[in-house]
Every structure is written in C-alpha cells, then in structure tokens.
C-alpha cells in the first residue's frame, strides 16, 4: 500500500518532513500547498501537484495523511478543514501562539478520534528516553532548564501575537520533556523582559525567567533567552537527583554521579523515528509508536501559554 501524502507549508521544517517522507517505501508525497502556487512548485520541485489554497489540495487530491507545517498563527483552518474530511494529520509545534484555537481542534479530534501526531521529536530520541529512564529511577529533587540562542530571521518570529514568542515557540520543547517524565504541572509564575531586542517592530521578550510546580511538588526552573548573536546557543534540561546530576542536551545524556560519569549519544535521527511512527499509524491503525498525539500537545501548550499570561499579568498562574 503506498500512502499518498500532502504538506502544507513550504518552510524550513516542511522541507526537514519532505526529506525524511522521500526516503521511506510505499510513500508519495503527491501534493504540496503554499502561500502562493509559485512557492509550492519550487517546493516540490515538480514531484507533487502544487497548490495556494488547502481546500483545493483536499478537494483534488486523494490523501491518506497531511503534514502540516506552518508559523504558529495559521494554525486552525488546516487542522479544521481535514477533521471536516477526517484525514489524519501530523501537526508542528506550537499548536497556535495562544490556547483557544487549539482547544477547538482538541475537542474535535477527541470528538472524532481522528489520527494525529505533534512534532515533538525529541520524545523520540534514544538520549532522551534514557533521561527519562534514568531520573524515574532516582528521587529527584529540582529541575532546571535552558533554551539560549539567537531570534531567528522569519518576521512573524518576533511579534509576539503572531508567534507567541520565545517560550510558545521553542521553549515549548523543554517543556514538553518535563511534561513527559515529571507529569502535569499545577501553577506557574513567570517574568519576562526585553533588554536587547528593543526595535519598535519587535514585541516578543528576550528573556523569561519560568517556575514551574509539578503537581507531585517538584520545583522546575526554565530560563529562555534568544539575544545570542547568531550560531551561539545551549539547550539542555538538568535533573538534580540522590543518584547524582544528570543532563539531556539534544542528542546527548550525561549522568555525573559518585562513581564517575556515563553518557547516552542518539544513534538514529529522531526525525526519522517520528515520520515512521505516523506512517505505520497510517498503515495500520496502530498508534503505540506516536510519542505525542494532539490532546497531549495540548497540555503543553497550556503551561507555555500560561507562562506568557503570568509574565503579562504579573502574578501566578494556577493550572490545576
């Protein structure tokens, strides 16, 4: 069974999907929609009907599963449109800059049961899930975390209604992990400040200050900045344990503990693992492999939107 596939987007990331979906059997990629039909072409390079208008791609294409890849802000008439079809979908983080759209699209897909996945790749990476492994194994007692880099250059990136900022946008990541090992989180408080980044044109904060308390009492704190110069940054979650410290960084677990130190490198492409596991979803109905499905997103959007409420309003925010 080859499973016929659409993408709508034309960025950085759909292009990151494309690759990997190109080098999987019994898959093609038989339509790409863009902002314009000119951008879709040079997108798909003539492999895929191409196509300005999701609509007209659903109409006139027979699809098995779409990708959806685009800023933050467009999120919700895509997502709408294939659960009107009901064809299942993998959806890139964030799920929209804010949180109403994305309860609207959870309900439905609860309502329907309909297919989807969440980029949320790094759930899929071997250092990652040794992490986990490790820090359930100890008793941990704080949590840190950081996401330093520079803004990147698309302009929807940093207006803050368009993008959600730093923390919705990428931050979003760390967040998720912490989610996925420590459970749900019961209030946040939030500080934000713009210090370096202060052109009129700019909205989004250049550095937050994030704590988190995890419903099982565990204090986490979360610091973004993206005023680096570009090429400088550090990403990395930090678990401090009775069994010693131990550090995720893309890619990469360290364990410093009394007998010395023990480390994790990935081994496979988490991109890769994450396209397999929609795919044989597709395929076979079979979601165990999907590490985040749009009702789990969705919980971690609503601890990155409501940090943005904390920082806006200046107080915590109470989650459970």
Known sequence: MT??????????????????????????????????????ERFSEGRAEAFSSAEAMVENSRLDGVYICVPPMSHGPVEHLLLDHSIPFFVEKPLHAGMEIPEEIAARVRETGLLTSVGYHFRYEEAAQSWKEAVLQQETAVVSGEWSGDRPGVSWWKDQTRSGGQFVEQTTHLVDLIRWTFGEAASIRASSTRRVHTEADSTVQDAQLVELTMENGLLVSLRSTCALPEGVGRVGITAGTDGGLIDWEPNRMQWTKKEGVTTTVSKEDPYTLETRAFLQALRTGDRTLIQSDYEDARKTQRITTAAALSAAEDRRVFLS
């Open 3 to 40: 499973l016929r596939i659409g993408i709508v987007g034309t960025g950085g990331f759909a292009a990151v999907h494309r690759d990997r979906l190109e080098k999987e059997p019994g898959v093609e990629i038989v339509s790409v929609c863009g902002t314009s039909r000119e951008k879709a």
